[in-house]
C-alpha cells in the first residue's frame, strides 16, 4: 500500500508557517522542513516558506559530503528580495564554514568559507532596510570566528579532504571597497 501525501489549505499557510518556525526553534528542523515543503507544494514561491526551509536544512549541517548546500543555494537564489538573497547566501556560507570547523577541516578551508561569507554580509549591509543591522551582526560574527583560527596551516589537509570535496557556492559581486 502506498501512501499519499495529503495537501494542505492555501488559508492554512500561516498557521503552518508558524508551526515550522515553532519546530525550528525547539530543535527540530526536519519537522520544520517537512512543513515547508507542503507549504511549497501549495504555493511554490512562498518568500517565508523558502528561508525557514533553507535555515531547517543548514540546522542539520554536519561537515559532510551529505550536506545540501547546493539545495540550500538554489533556494536561497530563488528570494526575490536582492538584501534577504545576500543575507541568507552569506548564513549558508557562514553555517557550512562552522560545519567544516566543528569536524577540524583545514584552517584554510573554513577561512574561504567565512571570507565568502563575509563578501553576501558586505553586499547585504549596503542595501539593508533602515536599523536592520543583522548582516553587520553577522559580519562580526564571522570576524570573531576567523580570530579563533590558528594563523598557520600548510595547504594539504591532514585530514584527506580537498578544495574539490566543497561544492562550488557562486558568488555574486558587487562592485564597491572590501572591509
Avoid at 518556525?21 to 528542523?29: A, F, T
Avoid at 533553507?54 to 536582492?82: C, K, N, W
Avoid at 574539490?164 to 555574486?172: F, K
Wanted: charged letters at 25%; glycine letters at 4%.
Amino acid at each position: 500500500m502506498e501512501h499519499q501525501l495529503k495537501k494542505i489549505s492555501t488559508t492554512g499557510i500561516a498557521e503552518a508557517l508558524s508551526k515550522a518556525q515553532l519546530y525550528r526553534s525547539l530543535r527540530e528542523p526536519e519537522e520544520s522542513e517537512s512543513i515547508c515543503h507542503d507549504i511549497l507544494d501549495i504555493d511554490p514561491e512562498n518568500q517565508a516558506a523558502l528561508r525557514l526551509l533553507g535555515l531547517s536544512i543548514t540546522d542539520q549541517f554536519t561537515g559532510q559530503h551529505t550536506d545540501r548546500y547546493a539545495e540550500v543555494e538554489s533556494m536561497f537564489r530563488r528570494l526575490t528580495d536582492p538584501y534577504s538573497q545576500h543575507y541568507h547566501l552569506g548564513l549558508l556560507t557562514e553555517r557550512r564554514a562552522k560545519a567544516q570547523m566543528h569536524i577540524g577541516r583545514a584552517s584554510y578551508v573554513v577561512v574561504a568559507l567565512l571570507e565568502q561569507a563575509m563578501h553576501y554580509f558586505e553586499d547585504a549591509e549596503k542595501i539593508r532596510p533602515a536599523g536592520n543591522d543583522e548582516a553587520l551582526l553577522r559580519w562580526n560574527r564571522c570576524v570573531r570566528l576567523l580570530q579563533k583560527l590558528p594563523h598557520a596551516e600548510p595547504v594539504e589537509s591532514t585530514h584527506g579532504f580537498h578544495d574539490d570535496d566543497l561544492p562550488a557556492v557562486s558568488l555574486p559581486r558587487s562592485s564597491g571597497s572590501r572591509r
